[in-house]
């Protein structure tokens, strides 16, 4: 079989290594527009639960990532300058580009072939496939070319948030939410090495406005945030990789292939980042592809209709409990006039899939504090 992926991130390279290493005469072949060693952003989380899914399906991918990752087992959650516990909700990170060249070197160790800085403007460009794979995330030269056949819909959340890093490594996975001038400004961080942490900054559209980032400079927005949230960066600068403000794409498809092209990842769907499960999403379609087509030998058009029938469900409900968590941080400021505890309740409750039963078998620790000043 002949395939042509297009994208080089975690989806597009893990297909490849899987497919070739399991059908070794396979022709696969991996376009990337972007230089090898190239990458936006700084780390990529996974919760432990998604490690586990990981580990089940693919011990070796699993086994190879570990490693080179930053682990705890708490969260902690900073509002009104208290912090709160939220105990054994466990993540795992690890740097973006490491875990690119990670799973480079796997793809080209069984024998996929990988093009870098090759722009393709259109699926024409691509030498004749049997199958072609759209890893290209959400602007997708495959999707956007054939939207209507995708039947794709696309719309945006109303917050802002801009993607920097910062050179000091955060002991967990935390939310800083702080009141300022302008209004409430909230920060994801977790470190991803020794050294280094993601630092998202959100914030609603009003306050965004009033802080005048809508007309600042990439670097005017990065040096006020720097000094935003000065205390929690510990006097470091933030550092910025494509850090601009944006709102969050929310993507969907519903038609999961089109002739011998089909969707994985960020070019079929998205997940809100607050729920930290668009780079696992990618790699579970990954697998669910692979296996569908293992499933319908010598059938492609079978295999595609049977890898969106097994995989949908699993989808939607994973993008129904992002887009809550997503809506839940839209009105965070009215969440932040909640006391510390009670305000860690409406967050780890906020995604409609942890109940009072599961809090207490997840984090005894803080659903016993809770409790305890709720009576």
């Not at 190239?38 to 996974?46: E, I, K, L, P």
């Not at 024409?124 to 995330?137: F, K, R, T």
């Not at 968590?325 to 009105?331: G, K, N, T």
């Amino acid at each position: 079989m002949r395939i042509a992926i297009i994208g080089g991130g975690p989806a597009g390279l893990y297909f490849a290594t899987l497919w070739k290493k399991r059908h070794p005469d396979a022709q696969v072949h991996v376009y990337e527009q972007n230089p090898a060693d190239a990458t936006f952003g700084f780390g990529v989380v996974f919760s432990d639960r998604a490690l586990e899914f990981l580990r089940g399906d693919d011990p070796e991918t699993h086994d190879l990532i570990t490693p080179a990752m930053e682990t705890w087992q708490d969260m902690t959650l900073i509002h009104r300058g208290e912090t709160v516990t939220i105990d054994g909700v466990g993540f795992s990170s690890i740097g973006r580009l490491k875990l690119l060249q990670l799973m480079q070197e796997r793809a080209l160790a069984v024998g996929a072939e990988l093009h870098f800085e090759t722009v393709l403007r259109s699926v024409d460009d691509l030498p004749e496939a049997d199958l072609i794979i759209a890893a290209d995330g959400i602007n997708s030269i495959v999707r956007r070319s054939y939207e209507g056949d995708f039947q794709t819909s696309l719309s945006y959340l109303p917050n802002k948030f801009a993607w920097y890093g910062v050179e000091t490594p955060f002991n967990s996975l935390t939310q800083t939410f702080i009141e300022t001038e302008y209004g409430p400004v909230n920060a994801h961080h977790y470190r991803y090495t020794p050294e280094m942490s993601t630092f998202l900054v959100e914030c609603e559209r009003e306050t965004w406005e009033r802080a005048g980032f809508a007309t600042m400079s990439d670097e005017a927005s990065r040096v006020l945030c720097s000094e935003l949230f000065a205390d929690t960066l510990r006097g470091k600068p933030l550092i910025s990789n494509n850090s601009s403000w944006r709102n969050f794409p929310q993507l969907w498809s519903d038609r999961w292939s089109h002739l011998n092209m089909v969707l994985v990842g960020d070019a079929l769907h998205t997940a809100h980042f607050s729920i930290g499960s668009g780079t696992r999403l990618a790699m579970e379609d990954v697998i669910a592809l692979v296996g569908a087509l293992e499933a319908e030998p010598g059938d492609i058009r079978a295999a595609l209709t049977r890898y969106e029938a097994e995989r949908r469900p699993i989808v939607e409900k994973i993008v129904a409990a992002a887009t809550k968590s997503a809506r839940w941080y839209e009105d965070f400021a009215a969440h932040m006039q909640l006391t510390p505890q009670e305000f860690g309740y409406s967050y780890m409750t906020r995604s409609g899939r942890v109940d009072d039963d599961r809090l207490r078998q997840l984090a005894p620790n803080f659903m016993a504090d809770y409790e305890a000043a709720k009576a």
